[in-house]
T-cell receptor, first 115, second 110 residues
Framework: DSGVTQTPKHLITATGQRVTLRCSPR?????VYWYQQSLDQGLQFLIQ???????AKGNILERFSAQQFPDLHSELNLSSLELGDSALYFC??????????????FGSGTRLTVV | QQQVKQSPQSLIVQKGGISIINCAYE??????FPWYQQFPGKGPALLIA?????SEKKEGRFTISFNKSAKQFSLHIMDSQPGDSATYFC?????????FGTGTRLTIIP
């Protein structure tokens, strides 16, 4: 167990729907990062939150949004889902804001299937 | 986004052999080069990392070699074992917007 908890582990939904993925970071970690991993693709950075505030954005679609709550857990909201959104979504956490993120720990991911 | 180019995309190595994976980077403003190991159905996990002020770091069977002039760093797995079969990702750790390398799927055969 990495200490980063993601729920649900699997999610199957129809096109056009909206889903919420949840991440609880490792105890003491203030930064949360979201990544998307499609089949045979690398890890695409989506967004980072630090202590409740958005800190960095990657290739995140406008249909996607995220937030980090006061208890530091984070949610990734995916709306108007398309078949191409089917992927593994990973959350990672670390203590520092940026840079030397030596304590960069990933969760086990949420596998989203859009049908 | 600045890219980290990883090669090869897939690699098959015989048990006991040496596995070598390379990463070429663009951004010279960095402070850390980690390698991550990912098993099927799991999230990536930090395997080993190197700072740019050293040319090599070894941890057990895993070694990172860093070539600053070539802007390249490599992961060597000595005496490769079936349990090393996984996908390996490199990345630069400075800017959070940087994407991981595309990954190398390593398969160790008996």
């Amino acid at each position: 167990d990495s200490g980063v908890t993601q729920t649900p582990k699997h999610l199957i939904t129809a096109t056009g729907q909206r889903v919420t993925l949840r991440c609880s970071p490792r105890s003491g970690d203030l930064s949360v990062y979201w990544y998307q991993q499609s089949l045979d693709q690398g890890l695409q950075f989506l967004i980072q939150y630090y202590n409740g505030e958005e800190r960095a954005k990657g290739n995140i679609l406008e249909r996607f949004s995220a937030q980090q709550f006061p208890d530091l857990h984070s949610e990734l909201n995916l709306s108007s889902l398309e078949l191409g959104d089917s992927a593994l979504y990973f959350c990672a956490s670390s203590i520092p804001l940026t840079g030397a993120n030596y304590g960069y720990t990933f969760g086990s991911g949420t596998r989203l299937t859009v049908v | 986004q600045q890219q980290v180019k990883q090669s090869p995309q897939s690699l098959i190595v015989q048990k006991g052999g040496i596995s070598i994976i390379n990463c070429a980077y663009e951004n010279t403003a960095f402070d850390y080069f980690p390698w991550y190991q990912q098993f099927p159905g799991k999230g990536p996990a930090l395997l080993i990392a190197i700072r740019p002020d050293v040319s090599e770091k070894k941890e057990g069977r895993f070694t990172i070699s860093f070539n600053k002039s070539a802007k390249q760093f490599s992961l060597h797995i000595m005496d490769s074992q079936p349990g090393d079969s996984a996908t390996y990702f490199c990345r630069q750790a400075t800017c959070e917007k940087l994407t991981f390398g595309t990954g190398t799927r390593l398969t160790i055969i008996p």
